[in-house]
């Protein structure tokens, strides 16, 4: 069976902050809450539902605890960077205790390769870590600039795995791990699975 998804894991050490964010970018925490259901920045429909969905999850109790939100980045008013972080829910049940994951990532592909995403990643590590807290990271096998960002902050590939869709409703997918192996036969098999650079596609993110 084919493993499109690759499971990447952050635990121990993660206080080398050294990413910077271009000083024409603002950055912001936003945290999901009824006042403020979505990013006030200007973004898109679809953008503005991706952020709503995150507060209906929260507001309905949905997430193992409270800790969730996304790194937010601004120029000139647009939101052109966003990275969410929440706890266990339905998607991630392979999440345990107090871990989290980092998720639902985007750049404007206009502010692309600027460092963007890492700088958010890396705020998210230091901002949310507390003792004995691991980060997971799930991204397609394909998405070699997410790949770069997130072993970039020192995440390992711990897991292949796929998007399980009961009843085929996305609402209610999740996210299966189904092999864990070692880290270097991990990296072969996703490394196979993966197109050159020349050829790489971005996916867009799952929800
Ligand atoms: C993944 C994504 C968020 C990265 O955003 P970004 O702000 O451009 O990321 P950064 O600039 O911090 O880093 C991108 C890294 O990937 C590298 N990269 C870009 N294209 C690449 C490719 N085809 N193959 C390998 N690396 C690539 C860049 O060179 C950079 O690495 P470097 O800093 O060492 O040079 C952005 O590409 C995106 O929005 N993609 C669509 C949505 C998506 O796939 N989200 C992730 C879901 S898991």
């Given at each position: 069976m084919r493993l499109p998804y690759?499971?990447?894991?952050?635990?121990?050490?993660?206080?080398?902050?050294?990413?910077?964010?271009?000083?024409?970018?603002?950055?912001?925490?936003?945290?999901?809450?009824?006042r403020a259901p979505w990013f006030r920045a200007k973004s898109n429909l679809r953008t503005k539902l991706r952020f709503a969905f995150r507060t209906a999850v929260h507001v309905l109790g949905l997430f193992a605890t409270q800790e969730c939100?996304?790194?937010?980045?601004?120029?000139?008013?647009?939101?052109?960077?966003?990275?969410?972080?929440?706890p266990r829910y339905w998607r991630f049940r392979f999440i345990v205790g107090e871990d989290m994951q980092i998720g639902d990532t985007w750049t404007d592909p206009s502010h692309r390769g600027k460092g963007i995403?890492?700088?958010?990643?890396?705020q998210i590590l230091r901002i949310e870590r507390s003792p004995g807290r691991s980060f997971w990271y799930v991204v397609g096998e394909s998405n070699l600039p997410s790949i770069r960002v997130v072993k970039k902050a020192g995440f390992s590939l711990v897991a292949k795995g796929r998007w399980v869709r009961?009843?085929?409703?996305?609402?209610?997918?999740?996210?299966?791990?189904?092999?864990?192996?070692?880290?270097?036969?991990?990296?072969?098999?996703?490394?196979?699975?993966?197109?050159?650079?020349?050829?790489?596609?971005?996916?867009?993110?799952?929800?």
């Open positions: 690759c499971f990447y894991h952050l635990i121990g050490d993660y206080s080398d902050f050294n990413a910077e964010l271009p000083s024409c970018y603002s950055w912001h925490v936003w945290r999901p809450s009824l939100g996304a790194i937010c980045v601004v120029q000139e008013g647009s939101l052109v960077h966003y990275s969410g972080f929440t995403a890492f700088f958010a990643l890396q009961p009843l085929g409703i996305k609402l209610f997918g999740s996210y299966m791990m189904e092999e864990e192996r070692g880290v270097e036969q991990l990296e072969s098999v996703a490394g196979a699975a993966q197109p050159s650079l020349s050829q790489a596609v971005t996916i867009p993110p799952d929800p």
